[in-house]
């Protein structure tokens, strides 16, 4: 990664399974598969969310297998690995920040490069649409299915202004 890359949203819909959406986010970022190709994904293959929880001040413990920390990316890939996360939970209001956790414990490192011993705020350096003043709008649903967004990393950014709004349908 050269830092021209961004992280950029995308709309899945998901059957409801009793989890929260925040936590329903979270394993659709881990186990999907970006629809637009010019996405790439930024966890690594066989990642696991071994569960979600979040305290009264707001910080959301996001738990996850140690395939977590077997891609071995750069400094830069690594940012973005972690402000993925943190940044597509910190679209929840009720989630003001994130702490990672392998198998249950705090590390000191995802790959080598950068710390997340201490919890990730939002960092909207790495957001294309938050540049333009766009927004993502969650909501909660009734029903089987959840619409959610997750966000990837785009492999590419276009100089160009934006062209397409994110938000409710």
């Known amino acids: 990664a050269d830092g021209r890359e961004k992280l950029l949203p995308e ?5 409801d399974n ?7 986010a979270l394993i659709a970022l881990v186990s999907t598969k970006p629809q637009d190709a010019s ?38 890939g690594e940012m973005m690995l972690c402000y993925a996360i ?20 705090k590390v000191t ?5 950068m710390a997340v011993e201490e919890p990730l705020i939002r960092n909207k350096d790495f957001l294309w649409y938050e540049e333009y003043g766009l927004q ?5 649903c009734v029903g089987p299915l959840l619409p959610i967004w997750v ?8 100089d160009s202004a934006a062209t397409e709004t994110f938000g409710c349908l």
Request: glycine share 10%; with cysteine.
């Open 11 to 15: 709309k899945f819909t998901i059957n």
């Open 18 to 24: 009793g989890k929260t959406v925040a936590e329903n």
């Open 39 to 76: 996405m790439e994904d930024v966890i690594p293959i066989g990642t696991k969310v071994l569960g979600l929880k979040i305290d009264e001040k707001g910080t959301a413990y996001a738990n996850f297998s140690k395939e977590l920390c077997k891609k071995g990316q750069g400094s830069y």
């Open 86 to 105: 943190a940044n597509t939970l910190t679209e929840f209001p009720e989630i003001k920040r994130v702490q990672i956790l392998i198998e249950g414990k």
């Open 109 to 113: 490192t995802i790959s080598g490069h």
């Open 136 to 140: 993502l709008c969650w909501w909660s």
């Open 151 to 158: 966000i990837y990393m785009e492999k590419y950014l276009a």
